[in-house]
């Protein structure tokens, strides 16, 4: 297919997109993953209630019913945000196009990771704003990536498909910080370094997206990113 974008540049949008959306977008939805790891931590660990256990020697125990709870109602608010804000985000995906689109959602993955990244057992309550924030910013990544397939024209059908199989393919990210936690690497050091990963997310809006939106069908001199 002739066009202003070169194949190589359009093979480019389309790998890097899909390692976005396996790596970032729906990494929510491996939140028993990170359970594992936050109750090791002792996150909401508080709720917590010593019981006995009925048999001839009573024995002390615990009741941290209340704290799976708590676990529970973060991935399901969670979770209620990535469906919910499906609708406001394609709004202000349509409204506003690719790069303004992205860099709200940038900003959201960003702060959510800092959140996690920065919280202790005392302060678990930030788990709710940042699976919140992370919930949303991965729907808008998704949604801005959609449109790689209008590159591809017959196979865009093939593009888009790729791209959700990716998206639930991301709930492994969690699992991946569970084995990575069990090897001695902290909660901190995984999260700030996905918040690092917001540069990459930035470099390729500027270079590898367009500012609006890809058309189709595609115009055979059309170009985008920088310079485009």
């Known amino acids: 297919m002739a066009g202003g974008a070169g194949l190589a540049k359009r093979l480019g949008t389309l790998l890097s997109g899909l390692l976005e959306c396996g790596a970032f977008c729906g990494i929510i939805f491996g939140w028993a993953s990170l359970v594992f790891v936050l109750k090791d931590l002792r996150y909401f660990e508080g709720l917590c209630q010593p019981s006995a256990t009925p048999g001839p020697n009573l024995t002390q125990g615990s009741d941290c019913s209340g704290q799976d709870e708590q676990f529970s109602l973060v991935f399901t608010i969670g979770s209620f945000m990535n469906n919910f804000m499906t609708f406001p985000m394609g709004v202000v995906f349509d409204r506003f196009g690719t790069t303004a689109a992205r860099l709200i959602a940038i900003s959201l993955y960003t702060g959510g990771t800092l959140l996690v990244a920065f919280s202790t057992p005392e302060m678990a309550v930030l788990l709710f704003p940042a699976m919140s924030m992370l919930s949303v910013g991965g729907i808008l990544l998704i949604l801005t990536n959609m449109q790689v397939g209008n590159l591809f024209g017959n196979y865009r059908s093939i593009i888009i498909t790729l791209y959700n199989g990716a ?12 084995l990575l936690y069990e090897r001695g690497l902290s909660l901190r050091a995984m999260f700030l370094f996905l918040a690092a990963c917001s540069a990459w997310h930035l470099l390729r809006t500027l270079f590898l997206m367009p500012r609006t939106r890809i058309p189709y069908p595609l115009p055979p001199d059309y170009d985008y990113g920088y310079g485009g």
């Open 167 to 178: 998206f639930d393919s991301s709930s492994a990210i969690f699992l991946i910080i569970k």
